[in-house]
């Protein structure tokens, strides 16, 4: 039973890696963004495929819960990460975004006024 | 002295050609020597051509920022162009430009930074749901505590902003809920404000955006914000040139 489970969470991890490697090499995947995914599945890989290992066993010791609910909860925790990191980034992007937006109808403003005068130079007012 | 001040009249507007232009109109006759600036925030409609065609200059911007992104767009234009003094007018014209003049009155006589258009105080009789004006009050109470100044009506966004305040709201303006959040902005700043009162019509056209359903839900949310703020650090003050 466990080996079963050791296989398709390995399995999963590896493809998640694959992914991660794919995208970034497609450059479809900022670096920065793709650090968290590849400990993600790092993590997993070595937890589903090495029950021994000297963290699992200290995970599972002081959490008490077994194997399995061990890679879920490890997994879950990674995950959590990357949407909080996601969230500061939206924020960044979003305050960025609007900066961009104001600044470039203050220069559309200025740009429509010059090129007013510059047809017109004889109707400037102001 | 007074009569050489650059005064800027900013009216942010999403979708409302139907006031738009009597607003522009009005602001022009009650104060011909201020400048109306409408930043139009991203509208479907034809707030922008109208506003154009009344002769304000008009900032479009290119997609909808929300009440707060449009106003600090003002505030900006306001900013770079070296204005002296800037008011904010609701587009829907709830805000009488006639009375601008007591705003501008109160940022001389007062000594104040920015002046605070009040519906509560004076004898105006403000007709609004009875969940609104609870809303209101506890907002009023909150924010009254927390700066430590009696504020009847922080959420009017019928204002006068000296250069002072101009600069600070062009690089740092809340996005959220901004009317009661500029209020506490200023405060940690150590801006000072007061409020005057002035009368607010009904509006000409359009719904207010905050309907009943989710007014309590609003409520929470701006009082949750202002918690925040409460919280934030203050952003330093830039130095006049």
Not at chain 1, 11 to 22: G, H
């Amino acid at each position: 039973m466990l080996i079963k489970i050791q296989i398709i969470v390995g399995l999963l991890s590896i493809i998640l890696l694959f992914i991660t490697f794919e995208l970034i090499r497609k450059k479809r995947l900022r670096e920065e963004y793709a650090i968290l995914w590849l400990f993600t599945g790092i993590a997993v890989l070595v937890f589903s495929l090495w029950p021994e290992f000297l963290l699992s066993q200290f995970f599972v010791r002081i959490t008490g819960i077994f194997y399995l609910s061990a890679v879920v909860l490890i997994a879950f925790f990674f995950l959590l990460l990357i949407v909080f990191h996601f969230s500061v980034v939206i924020s960044k992007l979003t305050g960025q975004n609007k900066d961009l937006a104001q600044r470039h109808a203050f220069l559309e403003l200025e740009f429509n006024e010059l090129k007013k005068r510059y047809q017109h130079p004889d109707t400037i007012h102001s | 002295m007074e009569k050489e001040e650059k005064i800027l009249v900013i009216v942010p507007a999403y979708n409302e050609e139907g006031s738009v232009g009597k607003v522009v109109d009005e602001v022009h006759t009650h104060l011909p020597r201020g400048e109306v600036l409408v930043v139009n925030d991203g509208s479907t409609d034809f707030t922008s051509k109208i506003a154009k065609s009344k002769g304000a200059v008009v900032l479009d911007l290119p997609f909808n920022l929300g009440i707060g992104g449009a106003m600090q767009a003002g505030y900006q234009y306001a900013s770079e162009k070296s204005y002296d003094i800037a008011i904010q007018v609701d587009a829907d014209g709830q805000h009488d430009p006639e009375e601008i003049g007591k705003l501008l009155r109160a940022l001389e006589e007062r000594k104040i930074d920015v002046a605070l258009g009040s519906r509560f105080l004076g004898t105006s009789e403000f007709r609004s749901s009875l969940m609104r004006r609870m809303g209101i009050f506890i907002f009023s109470r909150v924010i009254s505590m927390i700066v430590g100044q009696k504020i009847t009506d922080p959420t009017s966004g019928f204002r006068a902003a000296n250069r002072k305040a101009i600069q600070l709201f062009a690089s740092n303006y809340p996005q959220d809920y901004p009317e009661p959040e500029a209020v506490v902005l200023l405060h940690q700043c150590r801006l000072k404000m007061g409020e005057v009162p002035v009368e607010m019509s009904e509006r000409y056209s359009g719904e207010s955006s905050i309907t009943k359903i989710r007014s309590v839900y609003y409520m929470v949310k701006v009082l949750l914000a202002i918690f925040v703020d409460c919280f934030k650090k203050p952003p330093a003050l830039e130095q006049e040139k």
